[in-house]
């Protein structure tokens, strides 16, 4: 996943040989749904994968499913702005899917905080106060 503009400060130049670390420990493996890292797969229902070495990335399968190479990612378990730091107990490797569901709660936060922050933008350029 990117890293923010704002939190790049606290990842640091050794940030690369960290997540390489972490990669090789979880044996370039997802540590959640075990997908091999750079595997060319296909999710089926229930999020489990489906490997698909024949099939090129993109390409839509019968079932409407497309064809995904995987690429691991290292996430934190707490994350870096809740103060969690780069100490291997706090990293673990995870696929973008698992990644995605591991910061879901995260992601519906901050994605209520910018639906909060432009409506008041809005208001705002509109020249209306809060009236409460």
């Known amino acids: 996943m990117p890293i923010k503009p704002h939190l790049r400060h606290c990842y640091g130049p050794e940030w690369k040989a960290i997540t390489a670390r972490i990669r090789e420990r979880a044996g ?12 060319v797969i296909v999710r089926t229902v229930g ?9 090129r990335p993109g390409a839509t399968m019968g079932n409407g499913t497309k064809a995904v190479r995987e690429v691991l ?8 702005e809740d103060g969690g730091g780069n100490e291997d107990s706090n990293l673990k490797a995870l696929c973008c899917r698992c990644h995605n569901l591991a910061d879901s709660e995260m992601r519906q936060r901050h994605a209520a ?3 909060a922050r432009k409506a008041g ?7 209306q106060g809060v009236l409460w």
């Open 121 to 127: 933008e809005r208001r705002e350029s509109a020249g």
């Open 28 to 39: 370039n493996r997802c540590e959640r749904c075990g997908v091999p890292n750079g595997a």
């Open 73 to 80: 990612t290292v996430h934190h378990i707490v994350a870096v």
């Open 47 to 55: 999020g489990w994968y489906m490997a698909a070495p024949w099939q």
């Open 113 to 115: 905080q910018t639906r």
